[in-house]
C-alpha cells in the first residue's frame, strides 16, 4: 500500500504539483491530428493536466496550442473564428495566432496588440497526434520519437478514447499481466484445439489464450531500463514449458504490452486533470513478422469486440460502454460464458478501473507479488517527482534516446534462453525483420 502523502503526489496533476510539474517536463499528447484535420477547420476543446486548452490549425496549416479562455474578457476560444492565420474570438474579435500573441484589436480605437498575448505550448506533430510541451520553455527537451517522425498518414494509426478515473489507475491495468488470466477469460478457451505450438518458440494467439487460462498465478520479473522497466510475466503451459509475456513501461505514461513476437503499439494514460484520462493507442508500421507468429490475430477466436473488429482503427472512439449503462454487463453471460459478462474487450478494463473510484485510496490497497509491476512503476514515478523538486533530471530525457527499440514480446523460452532479450534488438528475430528491405504491415495488439 501507499502512504496518503504519497497517493496525492501520484494522482495529481496541476499547476504547482509534483507530479504535474514532472509531467510536463514530457512532450505530451493533447490531441489526434485528426480532432483538427484542415487548415482553417473548427478547433477542439483540449483538457491536458488540469489545463483548459484549445488546439487549432489555422489556414496556413500551422498548429496552435493555446489557453481557451480569451485574454480579453474570458469568452472561450473555442467558439472563435479559425481565419486570416490567426483564431479570432467572437466577443470582441481580438485575434491570436498559434503562438499566443495578439495579431488584431478590432474592437480598439488604438490597438495595444503588442502588449497582449496568451498562454500558448510549443507542439510537434508527429503520428496523427499533437503532442504538446508543457514546462518551461528553458528546460524543453527534444521530442521523444518512437518511430513516428517522418511517416506520411498510411503509415501509422491513433485511437483515443477518454476515462473517468485518475491516469495511473487506468494505466495499472496495461501493466498487469496477471489480471488476463482473470478479467479477460471465456469459457470457449477450453474448446480451442491443441495446434502443436505448445513448444519451445512461438505459439498461436489461440494458445496464448489457453495459456493464459491454464497457469493464473504468474510470476514476475522485472529488468530496471534506461527509459523505465520491461518485466516477464512468467507461465508454465499445460506441456510444462515456460511462457513469458513481456511488457515495456516507458516513464512517464506509456506501455507496450506483451505480443507474438513482439510489440511496439503504444497504449498512452494521458492525465485530462486528476479525475478523467484520455487513453490513446498509437501504433507505426513494423517490419513485417517474416514467418507469420501468432497466426490469426489474437481476438479471431474471441466473443469479445474490439474498436478494430467494430471497423474503428483511428480516431476518437466513443464509449458505448460506460458506468452509466454498467457497461452493458450481462449476467447470464457472466454466469455461462465469459469471467466478466462484458462484451467490449477494452471496456472490461474500464469497468474495473473506473469502479474504484476517481482516485483510488490505495492506503487501503492489499498488494501481492503479482503486483510487482505496479508498485516499480509508482516508485519510479513518485521518486522522478520528488526528484525533480530537489533539482534532479526527470529520467528517459534528453537527446540520442532510441525509443524506437522499445518493444514488448512474447514466447514459450527455448531451453537456457533469456527473456530479457526477446524483442530487443538483439533479438534474432527483430534483427531479421529489420534488415527485411520489403513488406511492412500494421499489427493489431492487446492494448
Known amino acids: 500500500m501507499l502512504k496518503a502523502e504519497d497517493n496525492e503526489i501520484l494522482t495529481r496533476v496541476g499547476p504547482g504539483t509534483l507530479m504535474g510539474e514532472l509531467l510536463r517536463r514530457y512532450w505530451t499528447p493533447a490531441c489526434l491530428s485528426e480532432e483538427i484535420p484542415a487548415p482553417g477547420s473548427p478547433p477542439a476543446r483540449v483538457r491536458l493536466l488540469g489545463e483548459n486548452l484549445v488546439a487549432f490549425r489555422d489556414t496556413a496549416g500551422r498548429v496552435g496550442l493555446v489557453q481557451e479562455n480569451c485574454p480579453h474578457r474570458g469568452a472561450s476560444l473555442y467558439f472563435g473564428r479559425n481565419e486570416d492565420a490567426a483564431l479570432r474570438c467572437v466577443y470582441h474579435g481580438w485575434a491570436f495566432d498559434t503562438d499566443g500573441r495578439c495579431v488584431d484589436m478590432p474592437s480598439e480605437p488604438a490597438p495595444f ?83 502443436g505450438s505448445d513448444k519451445p518458440g512461438y505459439p498461436s494467439n489461440a494458445m496464448s489464450w489457453k495459456f493464459w487460462r491454464h497457469d493464473r498465478a504468474p510470476r514476475l520479473e522485472i529488468d530496471d531500463t534506461w ?36 510489440n511496439q503499439r503504444q497504449g498512452l494514460f494521458i492525465p485530462m486533470d486528476d479525475e478523467r484520462t484520455a487513453r490513446y493507442s498509437f501504433a507505426t508500421k513494423v517490419p513485417e513478422n517474416t514467418y507469420g507468429y501468432g497466426g490469426a490475430n489474437l481476438f479471431a477466436a474471441a466473443p469479445f469486440s474490439t474498436p478494430i473488429s467494430r471497423g474503428r482503427r483511428a480516431g ?46 490505495r492506503t487501503q490497497e492489499q498488494l501481492g507479488s503479482t503486483d510487482k509491476a505496479i508498485t516499480r512503476m509508482r516508485h519510479l514515478l513518485i521518486s522522478a517527482a520528488k526528484g525533480l523538486a530537489a533539482g534532479k533530471e526527470p529520467p528517459a530525457v534528453g537527446a540520442g534516446l532510441d525509443f524506437a527499440s522499445v518493444r514488448g514480446a512474447e514466447k514459450i523460452l527455448e531451453p537456457g534462453e533469456d527473456w530479457r532479450t526477446l524483442g530487443t534488438d538483439d533479438d534474432p528475430v527483430v534483427r531479421e525483420a529489420l534488415s527485411a528491405t520489403t513488406g511492412e504491415q500494421l499489427t493489431d495488439m492487446v492494448d
Open 227 to 262: 527509459y523505465g522497466y520491461r518485466y516477464a510475466g512468467i507461465r508454465t503451459t499445460p506441456n510444462g514449458n515456460t511462457h513469458v509475456r513481456i511488457t515495456a513501461y516507458v516513464v512517464p505514461f506509456t506501455t507496450m504490452v506483451a505480443s507474438i513476437p513482439w
Open 316 to 361: 476518437v472512439i466513443q464509449r458505448e460502454y460506460t458506468a452509466g449503462n454498467d457497461y452493458q454487463i450481462d449476467r447470464e453471460v457472466q454466469r455461462t460464458a465469459t469471467f466478466s459478462g462484458v462484451a467490449d474487450f477494452v471496456s472490461q478494463d474500464f469497468m474495473v478501473t473506473e469502479s474504484m473510484g476517481p482516485i483510488y485510496d
Open 113 to 195: 496588440c503588442e502588449k497582449v498575448r496568451m498562454r500558448a505550448y510549443p507542439v510537434h506533430e508527429s503520428g496523427g497526434i499533437i503532442w504538446a510541451y508543457l514546462g518551461p520553455r528553458e528546460t524543453m527537451t527534444p521530442f521523444r520519437d518512437f518511430g513516428s517522425d517522418g511517416l506520411d498518414a498510411s503509415e501509422f494509426i491513433a485511437t483515443k478514447q477518454h476515462s473517468t478515473c485518475n491516469w495511473v489507475q487506468a494505466m495499472e491495468g496495461n501493466i498487469d499481466t496477471a489480471h488476463i488470466s482473470h478479467l479477460h477469460q471465456w469459457d470457449g478457451i477450453d474448446d480451442i484445439p491443441d495446434d
